[in-house]
């Protein structure tokens, strides 16, 4: 089997439009603030981190297919471009690029909107909005974009299913038929999604944004970070619960070494948070949590904890990460980065990421 | 591990069907769909599912779903949390699994296409937290039966069986998607067995959409007649279960048919339209040629994605003939569509069952509607039901949004 590098990042959140500003919030520690988001029907408001308005219009918003399309399409746009720039750069013909897009909710604005427009009076329901609520839409405006794609898939579940993005784009490059693979976690808020997310935990704060990861073959186009493995995805069952699949992912994963950093989902949750606690009872070394940061973005938010994984890693500050990948209800996956057994000479860790330890 | 893996197979394992299950509007199972198909019959009804007096068109492709599930190792309680989608999905899995003589397994991978999952769980929720919104009985029920994730999980839950769950959703190319990967896995070596296929039911959003889109034919669906004015929206799912030959022979299994071939592609044309030519259809049809190891002069049956609309079917038409090239006089096509209607996520699986139909029972489906060709048409369309010698057949599936999809499926004799 080949090394499969990683190639680029990119990032959509509450914090920026890049990964610069992940990267920033993340080393400030401190949790986004908190907007209200209003609910119809409530007085008291629902809670959000929304991705802030970038600083100048994104250029790739002239595109003509980027016209009437949702946020979530504008952020899983975003993330790719900036994933793939390194792999574009050559000049002269773009490479080909493979691209998985990986939802949970999807698009929800457009969804909501028609479905209010189809209860009022179908026969008004707006036609503009109906093709923007499909699965695959963002992956088809992300296709338009990058050009040279000759596949394209999108996969929903729950946010572990990130996992399975990585991993079908691996079989796509090791079978030859695409140069890079650019694996996209993405999603948009709403209220009805915070509603959703209030009925398991009325604490939550619903985010949204986007995640990529740009996986190739060629060293010369490596950050310097390999995607070391990916768990099998341990399935919750009548016979095994969350808390035993996560347990079982974790078995799967390696002892802990010095030099690493464990990237998880916890969220201030006890309830949602334990069978990822439990599972991960015993670490006592460095440990991030972008979810406390940036909010509940569902499969964006697995893709923040990959993305900022590989940018801890090829920043030079870890030899590795661990991805701890505990979906909601479907699976626990876990995903290892490495530096390629790069010598790391400084092993003083940096004390912001072992200052969110749960 | 997902990954690293064994080193890919070489050659690849042949993959091959053992079970195959499926839920249309003509009827729950092989048997009464293979004879409705053979006859030519259609499944359209009036919808009554969901209110449809204020649309342009008033009748789909209904699937009569009263009937008693079959017992499964599902509680009670989970039965009663049961949407239809996820009831068809199971009678599906039922039938393919019963066919197959599998026995339950704690490492069954599963690959499933859909376009809406539960949607209309979600159009449940949605309208109790609008109209009563410090209601919340049912809401976290509805929040989790709503994913798709949890619809594959209650099927294996119904097999006794446990295994990683990959929900596809390339819009209309889903259930052919799905096939394909799942037969991409087992070639790779990743698995012996996988239980795969697609689902959808109706559900008042989507109808909603494709009639505000004015797809939805106003008249009677007719894929590649010269007036066709429309697709029909239908609702059903497929499943089929996947092995290696090697594993099949190993335990004595019946061998339905042989997959040979996949090929996708990405249509960048625009996002609902494909492009006039029909470029990534043919590339899909190439691709599945070339991994198949044939040509078009050996295929003896297409099972067209042919939706009825205008520039579905002239984009299609351009690419059957450009693919098929001199063969093309004599190629077969039909569109299944006029039949059961479009069944969005559970088209291609639905389709690539009814290609296993003819290959076993060596018959060909009809377009009853079918009056006109279009001039664009170099192909034969059956507009009848016939007898014929088929060993190869291939499926089209196409996606708002881009994504194509073929499979190749052989006779096994």
Sequence with gaps: ?358 | MLFPQKPFPSPAPRVVITGAGIVTSLGLGWKPNAAAFRAGKTGFRPVTLFDVSQQRVKTAAVVDLAVNLPATQLTERQKQRLDRASKMLLLAALEAWQQSGWEARDHLPVVLGTTAGGMTIGEDYFRQAVNLPNHHKGQPTRVLHYQSQTQARMMLDALGSAGPITIISNACASGTNAIGEAWQMIRRGHADRVLTGGYDALNQMVFSGFDALQTLSPTSCRPFDAHRDGLALGEGAAVLTLETLESAQSRGAEILGEIIGYGASMDRHHLTQPHPEGDAAYQAMQLACTSAKVTAGDVDYLNAHGTGTPLNDQAEAKAINRWAGNHVGALPVSSTKAGIGHLLGAAGSAEAVVCVMCLREQWLPPELAFETPDPACAFRIVSKSEDASVKTALSNSFGFGGVNATLILRRWS
């Design chain 1, 1 to 358: 089997m080949s090394r499969i590098f990683v190639c680029g990042l990119g990032s959509v959140s509450p914090a920026g439009w890049d990964v610069k500003s992940l990267r920033d919030a993340l080393g400030k520690n401190a949790p986004l603030p908190v907007q209200p988001l209003m609910r119809p029907g409530w007085q008291k408001p629902l809670k959000m981190r929304p991705v802030p308005n970038p600083p100048v219009r994104p250029p790739f918003l002239s595109h003509p297919n980027m016209r009437r399309t949702s946020p979530i399409t504008q952020y899983a746009a975003a993330a790719a471009l900036e994933a793939v720039k390194k792999v574009r750069q050559g000049g002269g013909v773009h490479p080909r690029i493979g691209i998985i897009v990986c939802l949970q909710s999807g698009c929800v604005q457009f969804t909501s909107r028609f479905f209010e427009e189809t209860l009022k009076s179908p026969a008004t329901a707006s036609p503009l909005l109906f093709p923007e609520t499909v699965f695959a839409a963002p992956a088809s405006h992300v296709a338009a974009l990058l050009e040279n794609t000759p596949l394209v898939c999108t996969l929903t579940g729950d946010p572990s299913a990130y996992s399975q993005g990585l991993a079908l784009g691996i079989d796509w490059l090791q079978e030859g038929r695409v140069d890079a693979c650019v694996v996209i976690g993405a999603e948009e808020l709403n209220w009805l999604l915070a509603d959703a997310l209030w009925h398991f935990d009325h604490r939550a704060v619903i985010s949204g944004g986007a995640g990529a990861l740009c996986l190739g073959l060629n060293p010369e186009w490596s950050l310097g970070v390999d995607l070391e493995l990916i768990t099998d995805a341990h399935t919750y069952t009548t016979r095994t619960n969350r808390k035993l699949a996560a347990k079982k992912m974790r078995a799967k994963m390696p002892a802990q070494s010095r030099a690493e950093i464990l990237c998880d989902g916890l969220n201030d949750s006890p309830r949602a948070d334990a069978a990822e606690s439990s599972a991960w009872a015993e670490w006592n070394g460095s440990r991030i949590s972008p979810k406390l940061i940036l909010g509940e973005g569902l499969m964006a938010s697995a893709a923040w904890q990959c993305v900022a994984a590989c940018d801890l890693i090829a920043s030079g500050k870890f030899n590795a990460a661990n991805v701890s990948l505990v979906g909601a209800n479907q699976q626990a996956v876990g995903i290892r980065f490495n530096n390629g057994g790069r010598d790391i000479s400084d092993l003083s860790l940096p004390t912001m990421a072992g200052s969110l330890a749960v």
